[in-house]
Nanobody, 126 residues
Framework: QVQLVESGGGSVQAGGSLTLSCAAS??????MGWFRQAPGKEREKVGT????????YFADSVKGRFTISQDNAKNTVSLQMNSLKPEDTAVYYC?????????????????????WGQGTQVNVSS
C-alpha cells in the first residue's frame, strides 16, 4: 500500500521558518511535490521536484522563499519554508507520481498526481 507520510508543520509568526518532510513508501517516484489548500480555496501547487536530478519548480507566490531538498535513498523530500507570511497559512499536502520532467515541473497540476499524503497544517500569524 502506497503511503506518503508527512511531518513538520505547526504555528509560526510571520517572517519565521518551518520545514515539512514527506516520506514515500514502499515505492520511489519520479516526481514529488507539495500543494496547499487554504479554507475556501482550491488546492494549489507550491513546488515540485523531479527526483532523478533534483530539478525543482515553484509557484510565483513562494519563489525565493521556499526550497525543496530530497533524499532519494530514503524516498524523502523536504519543503523548507522561509520568510513565512500569513497568506501561507494552509493545509500542506505531499504528492507523488511517476511523471516526465516537464509534467513534473512547469506543467504540474494537482490532477497529475495519484498519491497524496494526509496533509499537515501550517499557521502563520501576523
Amino acid at each position: 500500500q502506497v503511503q506518503l507520510v508527512e511531518s513538520g508543520g505547526g504555528s509560526v509568526q510571520a517572517g519565521g521558518s518551518l520545514t515539512l518532510s514527506c516520506a514515500a513508501s514502499p515505492y520511489s517516484y519520479e516526481c514529488m511535490g507539495w500543494f496547499r489548500q487554504a479554507p475556501g480555496k482550491e488546492r494549489e501547487k507550491v513546488g515540485t521536484v523531479f527526483m532523478r536530478d533534483g530539478e525543482t519548480y515553484f509557484a510565483d507566490s513562494v519563489k525565493g522563499r521556499f526550497t525543496i531538498s530530497q533524499d532519494n535513498a530514503k524516498n524523502t523530500v523536504s519543503l523548507q519554508m522561509n520568510s513565512l507570511k500569513p497568506e501561507d497559512t494552509a493545509v500542506y499536502y505531499c504528492a507523488a507520481d511517476n511523471l516526465p520532467r516537464v509534467r513534473c515541473t512547469v506543467l504540474a497540476s494537482r490532477d497529475d498526481f495519484m498519491f497524496w499524503g494526509q496533509g499537515t497544517q501550517v499557521n502563520v500569524s501576523s
